[in-house]
């Protein structure tokens, strides 16, 4: 199944079996990888088991990509359609992006599509480390709210569809003027017939 989406001048194009290596290399970074709850070394072999887990039509693990250059990976995952749930994700590895607006675009981007394009999709969590404090302002900007009496290392914080309306979709509002991009999220959606009856049902307007 591919999926590419596409807005303010940035591609999110679901991961393939060629990108894999290129992501584990940068997922065992020690610059990525102390902000993740998994800290581990990442083989090969662990690479391509969590590909074959992944790659099916209830996750979507996008590269992110600008001026023709992969710069990180964002996702939604573990995706519940009878309760319109998942669960997002996101990191850049090329360090020029990071105080930019990029992952804010990327999240905007990914985040129009799962509540406008998939209709029944009603909630997004996202987990933070307990010590990432960037990340944490990064998520309450967007409208995620920390659920409150967590005791773990990494924290849950969730994004209603009625926060999204009403607080993430100013945001939405606010990147189009700036980017001069006042279209919809564009999406393409490929599959194979053994996918279609699950694209349907995600696809669904």
């Not at 992501?23 to 090969?44: E, G, S, V």
């Not at 662990?46 to 990509?65: G, S």
């Not at 967590?150 to 209603?160: A, E, I, N, S």
Request: hydrophobic content about 40%.
């Amino acid at each position: 199944m591919s999926i590419i989406l596409q807005k303010y001048g940035i591609t999110l194009r679901r991961i393939e079996q060629s990108d894999i290596e290129l992501l584990r290399q940068w997922r065992n970074n020690p610059d990525i990888n102390k902000y993740m709850a998994y800290r581990a070394h990442i083989t090969p072999e662990m690479q391509q088991q969590w590909f074959e887990r992944v790659n099916t039509p209830l996750h979507y693990y996008l590269l992110i990509i600008t001026e023709g250059k992969a710069v990180g990976v964002i996702n939604t995952k573990n995706i519940n359609m009878d309760e319109g749930f998942g669960e997002g994700g996101i990191f850049i590895w090329e360090q020029q992006y990071w105080r930019t607006y990029l992952p804010t675009l990327a999240t905007l981007t990914l985040l129009e599509f799962t509540f406008d394009v998939l209709s029944d999709f009603d909630v997004s969590v996202v987990r933070v480390m307990r010590d990432n404090d960037v990340a944490a302002r990064y998520n309450r900007a967007l409208g995620y709210v920390l659920i409150p009496e967590q005791y773990g290392d990494d924290l849950l914080y969730v994004l209603t569809r009625r926060k999204y309306k009403t607080k993430t979709t100013r945001l939405i509002r606010a990147a189009e003027k700036l980017m001069n991009d006042h279209l919809p999220v564009r999406y393409t959606i490929e599959h194979s017939p053994r996918n279609l009856p699950a694209i349907n049902q995600l696809a669904q307007k």
